[in-house]
């Protein structure tokens, strides 16, 4: 890449940007961020997550559907540095074209990059890809509300 990227995210900084707090947090850090189209968040699953322990007993898995969330909060994020907003809320719209193709377990670390696409209107799409080990394990576009109170 040509273009130099943003110092990290530290984990202080996302909570005072993101309203979601333990265990609904699914972000623990941004490694990278241009402040324009692009952020890259981390999320290491441990056994110890909430969710593994109804979902599965014996064979616990990541549900989809947070893996979403995971995304939505990494965008939530890159939605803040874009407004300079820090705390402002970006509520969740719509979720299309998502595709599941990995199952993730306690171990697993997730690599969340979500990339600006457009804003219309008050609304602000972006695409979202989970990867393990280089591996896609999920990807969707999302479309938020920005500039609600």
Do not use: W
């Not at 850090?29 to 056994?47: A, H, M, Q, S, Y």
């Not at 979403?68 to 074209?97: K, P, W």
């Not at 690599?111 to 209107?121: N, P």
């Amino acid at each position: 890449m040509s273009e130099k990227m943003a110092t990290p995210i530290s984990f202080a900084d996302i909570l005072k940007m993101l309203p979601h707090r333990y265990p609904f947090l699914l972000v623990d850090r941004i490694v990278e961020c241009d402040d324009k189209t692009r952020i890259v968040g981390i999320k290491n699953l441990t056994f110890n997550e909430p969710f593994f322990q109804g979902h599965f007993p014996g064979d616990p898995v990541m549900p989809g559907v947070l893996q979403l969330e995971a995304m939505a909060q990494v965008g939530g994020v890159l939605m803040n540095r874009l407004n300079s907003r820090a705390g402002q809320i970006a509520y969740f719209l719509a979720i299309d074209n998502a595709r599941f193709r990995k199952v993730l377990r306690p171990g697993d670390q997730l690599r969340i990059e979500v990339v600006f696409q457009k804003v219309r209107l008050g609304m602000a799409r972006v695409h979202g890809i989970v990867t393990c080990e280089g591996d896609v394990a999920s990807e969707a576009d999302l479309m938020f509300g920005v500039g609600r109170d």
